[in-house]
């Protein structure tokens, strides 16, 4: 499927970039998107493992909430995880959870039991710890697929929502979590936006996975964005480790997400045509 848009930029490898005139039309697509994605995982492993984060990136599930998807979805296959979580209460308005229970996951009939939330009840580090031993049970199940590179966890679809700093989950600009290597969930406790203690994927869990979404909206996100898709690394601005751009799968496909705004600094090619690439 091929059609107009403003831009284009150039892809890396398994990746692509989608800017989208509008919130409607990105929330269109981002449905296609992940409803196709769904259809194939429930095909062929029987289930769909998908994390989600925070951020505005909730408020574009919408149309997912609406005909066709709500009926024609096979949500009784769908799996909740998050990319991370904040230390506070579940009914914290700081809370991923209840952002996503609110915007999303109540309008939708994912069973509850398939519904995986970080502990709100038990230190950073515990929460983090019993999450990474959860994930682990179901990959032995097989619930969440496995890579064939390494033994981390391959979710069907992870979505993540850049911050203007570039951090992604709750992976922040040159902080030592990024170096992690064995585990798969950690904490931090010095977040530089607050609230300061937070639980979070990995950066092997999260380039393990099948296939990434990473959405950015706004002005304030053009930088980063920038920075985090360009190819060049001579930029003096450039933080020596910017978690978005260091979202490099392994064996999956990245889908850049932006409005016009966030995408402002990318080196538009106009006469481009928008490829709408197969998943
Ligand atoms: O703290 C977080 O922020 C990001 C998104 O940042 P925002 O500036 O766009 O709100 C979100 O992706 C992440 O899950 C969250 O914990």
Known sequence: MERE???????????????FESPDEMSTDLAEYISQ??????KERGYFAIALSGGPLVSFLGKLCEAPYNKTLDWSKWYIFWSDERAVAKNHVESNYKLTKEGFLSKVPVLNGH???INDNATVEDAATDYE???????KA????VSESNDCPKFDLILLDMGSDGHVASLFPNHPA????????????DSPELPPERITFTLPVINSASNIAIL?????????????ISDSTEDPDTPLSLPARMVQLTDGKLIWFLDKSAASSLEIKDDAPFEHHEY
């Open 5 to 19: 848009a403003s831009a284009t930029y150039e892809p890396k490898r398994n990746s692509e970039i989608r800017v």
């Open 178 to 189: 990024l170096e992690l290597k064995d585990d798969w969930v950690t904490y931090i406790t």
């Open 216 to 228: 950015a909206t706004g002005n304030d996100k053009a930088k980063a964005v920038q920075l985090a």
């Open 142 to 145: 097989r619930t969440i697929g």
């Open 115 to 117: 519904v995986y939330s």
């Open 133 to 139: 031993f959860v994930i682990r049970q179901l990959v």
């Open 37 to 42: 994605i769904s259809e194939i995982s429930v």
